[in-house]
């Protein structure tokens, strides 16, 4: 039979040699490889102490964004809950009252989002399908809890405060590592 | 009247001997954790107390613990029983190994032995093969076709591997014409070692040794792959804490009897030579011994993160196909060298 690739190899089946049969050689030889690990470097990373630095494409948890005024980006279009393949995301949407400018920026906003994290996969699609740069994933992580409800994150937790913003510059097209 | 001396002097050599025992149990599970860890380029329990050194009783304490479950369909009298054969005869193997030379306390002469019986060899191998009682037991009680296809695999692998084990030895027996360790031990004092006159003897006897002690390559009684937890499978808490801690004291005890037998046991090369007193010498020879069975005990934990398991196919033609016929021709090369060349 004619093979699709060239990457097929035709596997034999050989007798084993008197010294293979021995086994012994092929067991010190093995015992002088796992010697040789004693001594190299250790991988380890003492964890709490040393924290293990992210790749910049790193996606952890969601951030949605202000914009320089210090207003709501998201608009409550619904793409990231639509694109979402985890269906983790939730909103309500409503509009923006007379007085209210300084607060969002577009005429409707999201009074409840939510993003149930124990759902999320963090494939970073609602990032892509946001319109208004307003969610993007950063390079923090969830913390540990007891109670699956605290993992639903709401505004709270996602929208950034307005005197400690989150960096998403490595979330960006054109960036470069430093 | 009684020589009330003997008695107390026993029971302190007792009494040390348990806790010595137990002790290098537990930190050899510490050390199976470390070298894992080591060999695999990670670096191991390291919280507890520094470098990990608390790890073990972190571990003794969790395992107190935990709730004790006895099945219901379980034997429940047998089930409590195997745990405690296994452990009781673990412990038991100690009495016999010769730790150092006799020292001398206010004119007294104390040897460092708990019994010196002129049958050892034989009193070793029969406490071990009680031991299986201990597993197969244990499997059997569980009612847990995991745990009785793990008992069963014991038994026959430690039945299998008793017999190479034993042939080897006779040969040791041959060259020695003693049953008495001591004895076996003196007779290699200098450079004499038996490992040099018994290489194959040798060879054959750590193999059998490993599966007596269900060590990788030969752990298929409790291989975690295919049979859970094996004959281990059921129990939980101190319980199973009792089993995987007599496994470690059974790998103790057979590294010191392999020091013992094959490599001049608290002999060393030039000890004389340092001119010691009495009571040092004593203690050096404690302290030979012990460096020689610790190197044992690291090489058997070297060879689990080396080997893969055997296959049970494989463990049977081993033992009863390569090792046996094997100890059996030892034994006979060693016995025409004795007759025609000595
Ligand atoms: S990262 Fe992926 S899974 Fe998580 S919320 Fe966004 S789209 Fe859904
Ligand atoms: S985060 Fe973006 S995509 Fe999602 S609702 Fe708000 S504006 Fe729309």
């Known amino acids: 039979m004619q093979s699709l690739t060239n990457r097929s190899v035709v596997v034999r089946k050989r007798e084993m040699s008197f010294m293979e049969k021995l086994y012994l050689p092929a067991i010190l030889g093995g015992m002088a490889l796992t010697i040789k690990h004693l001594f190299k470097k250790k991988v380890t990373n003492k964890y709490p102490e040393v924290k293990r630095i992210f790749a910049p494409i790193y996606r952890g948890v969601h951030v949605l964004k202000r914009d320089e005024q210090g207003r709501e980006n998201c608009t409550a279009c619904g793409l990231c809950a639509v694109s979402c393949p985890a269906e983790a995301i939730t909103m309500v949407a409503a509009e923006r009252k007379q007085g209210e400018e300084n607060l969002y920026r577009e005429e409707k906003y999201a009074a409840t989002y939510e993003i149930n994290m124990l759902r999320c996969i963090f494939c970073g699609l609602c990032e892509e399908a946001c319109p208004k740069d307003a969610i993007y994933l950063t390079d923090r992580l969830i913390e540990s809890k007891y109670d699956r409800k605290k993992f639903i994150y709401g505004k709270e937790l996602l929208v950034e405060k307005i005197d400690e913003r989150i960096d998403i510059s490595k979330r960006k097209k054109n960036y470069t590592m430093a | 009247m009684m020589d009330w001396s003997i008695i107390i002097e026993k029971s302190i050599l007792v009494v040390v001997l348990f806790g010595v025992s137990l002790a290098i149990a537990a930190y050899s599970t510490y050390a199976e954790r470390k070298i894992a860890a080591f060999l695999q380029d990670r670096i191991g329990p390291d919280r507890a107390g520094p470098w990990g050194l608390l790890q073990p009783l972190a571990d003794g304490g969790k395992m107190f613990f935990k709730e004790e479950i006895i099945p219901n369909a379980s034997d429940k009298f047998l089930f409590i029983l195997g745990p405690c054969i296994f452990m009781t005869t673990a412990l038991m193997t100690s009495a016999l190994i010769p730790w150092g030379k006799s020292m001398n306390i206010g004119g007294r002469e ?3 032995q708990v019994a010196n019986l002129n049958i050892g060899i034989l ?23 995991f745990a009785l296809l793990g008992a069963i695999r014991a038994s026959s692998q430690m039945i299998s591997y008793e017999l190479a084990m034993g042939m080897a030895i006779i ?36 193999i059998c040794a490993f599966a007596e002690c269900n060590r990788t390559p030969f752990d298929l009684p409790e291989t975690e792959t295919e049979l859970v937890g094996g004959y281990h499978t059921e129990y939980s808490s101190m319980k199973l804490g009792l089993y995987l801690f007599a496994e470690y004291t059974n790998m103790f005890i057979s590294s010191a009897v392999i020091s013992c037998l094959y490599f001049g046991g608290y002999h060393f090369p030039g000890i004389d030579s340092l001119h010691l007193s009495q009571n040092v010498a004593a203690l050096v020879s404690v302290a030979v011994l012990f460096s020689k069975t610790f ?17 049970y196919d494989q463990l049977m033609r081993l033992g009863w196909q390569v090792l046996l016929p094997l100890a059996i021709v030892n034994v006979l090369i060693t016995g025409a060298w004795l007759t025609y060349f000595k």
Not at chain 2, 123 to 141: E, L, N, Q, T
Not at chain 2, 176 to 197: A, P
Not at chain 2, 295 to 311: D, E, G, H, N, Q
């Open chain 2, 110 to 112: 104390i040897s460092l």
């Open chain 2, 123 to 145: 009193y070793i191998f029969a406490i071990v093969s009680v031991g299986i009682y201990g597993i197969m037991i244990g499997g059997w009680a569980s009612n847990n076709k």
């Open chain 2, 171 to 206: 040969a040791i027996l041959l060259t020695s014409n003693s049953l008495n360790i001591r004895d076996i031990v003196d007779q290699q004092e200098g450079f004499k070692w038996n490992v040099f006159y018994q290489p194959l003897g040798f060879l054959i006897f750590i």
């Open chain 2, 295 to 311: 190197f044992f005990i690291l090489f058997f934990m070297w060879v689990r993160w080396t080997l893969p398991r055997f296959r």
